[in-house]
């Protein structure tokens, strides 16, 4: 029925499938047409479906066409009636019909077409010994202009016996859901079960058994879908209380992730709990509902097992003496059938964190200037406060070595801040502190001139809890401004660079910032001063 309230009707007579156009109040708009263009062999077990706007699509069985017993065809009309022509990948056949069915071996039957608001359609039907076994239930959606979106699905999950007479409905957004009834596996009668799509013909659920009832015969479904996705399957029970029974279903959501986080432990480590239900969310019932299973492990060697329990609990139990990453895919199903996958990964160590660098500025040897210390490690790690110490071995006022004891510098580094989630750790130079050099009582950004040893407390450096286990050699660095070649002095090789950088101003070339003391954007008399100040002299150590 389209939304003006025409209908239209579908029959079989003699080996023909035939149909009549109706308007709102029953009045005849068509004579009855015949839709099935074979004559000579049977055509029948027509359905038929209609849009909002009046354009329609007639499925039938057509005997002996495809080659081999029955087969599914259809055809599609306009709101005036007037036969479509078949796209690019339908299969036409005779005239404007199309065959449905890909698979032609044994007898595909009994069709059930629905359509959408926007003209996008499904058929359903059942097809022999396709599955494995007797009978099976199969659809495929088409798109607007009955062009088919997939290849046939195969809607029963259950192979065993027989899985026959299916229903199919759809919203106005073109999700179906295909209802069906089917052989019991260990016992006498049938079951009634149905499967929901989204408009691309992707799995929303797994097969649902709808009846509750199970004493006998529950069979000859029927489903209906309204616009939002909600729907209901009747059927016919031959139970205690023999009648027509119905249920119905709202537009099941599936469950949403909200992430789980990555895994990092030491090799030999005792099993890891991880709590599901507050890794997942489900719009229709609480996340302690929901069934979780492990369906993926990218590096099973990794673990002796991996398993959840009915609480929603993951416990990932490790192989002896095993390290390295795997990725696990966790799904979380609601009791609908559908579900969501949410990946993380676990990452088991072979021992504690390293330092594997410790770099000054960007690695380059210039030290006339030193505003930056970047520690990377082999892995994530956490500081905690005072994990790096810097300490002041010699000031060495304007180049010289005044012998001066060791002081405790720490506090010219700022916070440190990392690049890539803690593998890399990076200590800015602070302002404000006694051994952060200034121009005029501004800050430079740069230590002080002098003599420093770098530090790392282990204990204050960890991975997944576990902290290095020896403290690294500590570093031994200096700052003298003018000093581009790291060589502890300032000598001729740095004047014939700081002459070259005399005079230039940032962004142009030649202009080295290594040289500008201020730093104001220009190598001028100020910084050759500065440099003047520390001409032939150096740092011993």
Do not use: C
Request: aromatic letters at 10%; zero cysteines.
């Amino acid at each position: 029925m389209d939304a003006s309230g025409n209908f239209i009707v579908a029959w079989q007579m003699g080996n023909g499938v035939y149909a009549r156009r109706y308007n709102a109040d029953g009045v005849p708009l068509t004579s009855g047409f015949r839709v099935s263009p074979i004559t000579g062999a049977f055509q029948g077990d027509p359905s038929v479906a209609m849009d909002a706007a009046g354009e329609f699509v007639i499925a039938w069985t057509s005997y002996d066409q495809d080659g081999s017993g029955n087969g599914i065809y259809a055809k599609r009309y306009n709101a005036a009636g007037k036969e479509l022509t078949p796209p690019a990948g339908a299969t036409r056949a005779v005239g404007n019909e199309f065959r449905v069915n890909a698979t032609t071996a044994n007898d595909q039957e009994s069709p059930s077409v629905a359509i959408g608001a926007g003209g996008s359609f499904v058929v359903a039907w059942q097809s022999f010994a396709q599955d494995g076994s007797g009978y099976g239930a199969y659809a495929r959606p088409y798109n607007a202009v009955g062009a088919p979106l997939t290849g046939e699905l195969q809607v029963n999950a259950t192979t065993a016996n027989d899985q026959e007479s299916p229903s199919v409905a759809m919203d106005a957004g073109g999700n179906f859901v295909v209802a069906w009834e089917g052989d019991r596996v260990d016992a006498l009668g049938r079951n009634v079960f149905a499967r929901q799509y989204n408009a691309a013909g992707v799995p929303l659920t797994g097969e649902r058994q709808v009846n509750a009832t199970t004493a006998q015969e529950e069979d000859y479904p029927s489903a209906a879908m309204d616009a939002g996705g909600n729907f209901v399957v009747a059927w016919t029970s031959y139970g205690s209380v023999p009648g027509v029974f119905a249920r119905r279903y709202g537009p099941n959501e599936a469950p949403t992730s909200l992430g789980i986080a990555p895994v990092n432990v030491l090799a030999n480590a005792q099993p890891t709990v991880i709590d599901l239900t507050s890794s997942f969310a489900d719009p229709n019932e609480p996340s302690s509902a929901l069934a979780y299973n492990v369906v993926g492990d990218t590096n099973s060697a990794l673990f002796s097992s991996t398993s959840t329990d009915a609480s929603g609990k993951l416990m990932l139990n490790y192989a002896p003496n095993q390290s390295g990453q795997a990725t696990l895919t966790i799904r979380a199903t609601d009791s609908g059938g559908l579900f969501v996958e949410s990946s993380f990964t676990v990452t088991v160590r072979s021992g504690p964190p390293v330092l594997s660098a410790v770099t000054i500025n960007d690695g380059s040897p210039q030290r006339s200037q030193v505003k930056s210390l970047t520690f990377a490690f082999d892995r994530i790690v956490t500081l905690a406060a005072g994990a790096v110490t810097l300490r002041l071995l010699n000031a060495g006022g304007s180049g010289a070595n005044d012998n001066s004891p060791p002081t405790d510098a720490t506090a010219a580094l700022g916070s440190p801040n990392t690049p890539d989630g803690g593998k890399t750790w990076i200590y800015p130079i602070a302002a404000g502190s006694p051994f952060t050099q200034t121009s005029g009582g501004n800050p430079t950004g740069s230590l002080v001139d002098g003599i420093y040893t770098l530090s790392v407390d282990p204990a204050k450096v960890t991975s997944g809890g576990v902290p290095m286990t020896a403290a690294p050699q500590p570093l031994t660095f200096h700052r003298l401004f003018g000093d581009v070649n790291g060589d502890a002095a300032v000598n001729p090789l740095d004047y014939a660079k700081f002459r070259n950088a005399f005079g230039k101003t940032a962004g142009a070339a030649g202009y080295d910032a290594a040289f500008d003391f201020d730093p104001d954007g220009a190598v001028n008399a100020l910084d050759y001063n500065q440099f003047r100040n520390r001409f032939g002299k150096g740092l011993a150590y």
